[in-house]
């Protein structure tokens, strides 16, 4: 089994030298072992968008948040993804939910296995595409590819379960309030070309103030001109680079007190905040503003790149 597994590793490696993924594959770490012990949240699309899985139901006397009700198609997707450690023993299903147009879903490889796990997830989509056919429905069901996620540490896996439990109450708030989660293109904003999501009519508020915190700054210190911030009534506005800068606009977060982030990555079409943002963002208390685009490869933050957003931060606090 070693030498089989071995084998295909190389063979990997020979076909696709300068690749960090099969085929099958969206987005993955360049140099990791796919065979090799691990936890992954893997996120599957249907195709087209389209919402064949089932259909999102409001909170109602029987289920306190909204909840997902499964097509007859969504329930064979689900049984195929928990029937996934009957074909490899190797893998434990930690936890799924199944959305009207995709699915996340977290799996453990408890020991080495023998073939890459893109090949897991492509066997995965032949079952439901055998389903597919039993129905009468057309094929493809998902889209090609998958996403995944590497797991880096045990609090991860509770923060990974707690986002995709979340899914249908947040796909419910952003039904709800649209135009907050609405991407915006070829905006200008402060004489610069961006893209933004949120409420853009925080831009109209009288006082608009930047927060920038040196990191030179204790602890005492950046409280004390969090207090300064927090107290005058204003918008915030920073790319929250620096520690000072996060626990700043972290605690404006908590207090209710709206803030215009500047991000460094760009939004797809089907971004979305996480966390804290989410909901602030429902409540018109988040406007998300980048200029650059969206990418889904790690980029590390530059230098010159930290003082263009802190420069826009400035102009948005400055404009008139």
Request: aromatic residues 6%; positive net charge.
């Amino acid at each position: 089994m070693d030498d089989k597994r071995n084998e295909g590793r190389k063979q990997w490696s020979r076909n696709h030298p300068n690749v960090d993924a099969t085929p099958s594959m969206k987005r993955r770490m360049v140099e990791h072992d796919y065979y090799g012990r691990g936890i992954y949240l893997i996120t599957l699309c249907v195709d087209k968008r389209v919402p064949r899985l089932g259909t999102l139901c409001g909170p109602d006397s029987s289920h306190p948040q909204p909840w997902v009700n499964l097509s007859p198609l969504g329930e064979s997707v689900r049984n195929e993804w928990l029937g996934i450690p009957r074909y490899y023993p190797q893998i434990k299903v930690l936890a799924l939910t199944v959305m009207p147009d995709n699915l996340h879903g977290i799996l453990f490889v408890a020991e080495p296995l023998p073939v890459h796990l893109g090949k897991v997830i492509t066997g995965f989509k032949v079952g439901c595409n055998r389903a597919v056919r039993e129905l009468g429905q057309p094929v493809p069901l998902w889209e090609p590819g998958y996403t995944d996620g590497v797991l880096r540490g045990k609090s991860q896996l509770d923060r990974w379960k707690a986002y995709i439990n979340d899914n249908p109450r947040r796909l419910w708030i952003k039904r709800q309030h649209h135009e907050f989660f609405t991407v915006s293109h070829h905006l200008t904003i402060a004489g610069a070309a961006v893209t933004a999501m949120g409420n853009h009519q925080l831009l109209q508020y009288p006082s608009i103030l930047q927060v920038y915190c040196s990191r030179r700054l204790n602890d005492e210190e950046i409280a004390r001109e969090g207090d300064r911030l927090l107290c005058q009534g204003a918008v915030l506005v920073s790319p929250a680079i620096s520690p000072g800068e996060k626990a700043i606009m972290n605690r404006a977060l908590e207090a209710g007190v709206p803030i215009i982030l500047i991000t460094d990555n760009g939004f797809s079409e089907m971004s979305k905040p996480g966390g804290k943002l989410f909901d602030a963002c429902a409540a018109g208390k988040v406007l998300l503003i980048s200029k650059n685009a969206h990418h889904n490869d790690y980029q590390p933050l530059t230098q010159e790149r930290c003082r263009e957003m802190n420069a826009l931060a400035r102009a948005i606090a400055l404009q008139p």
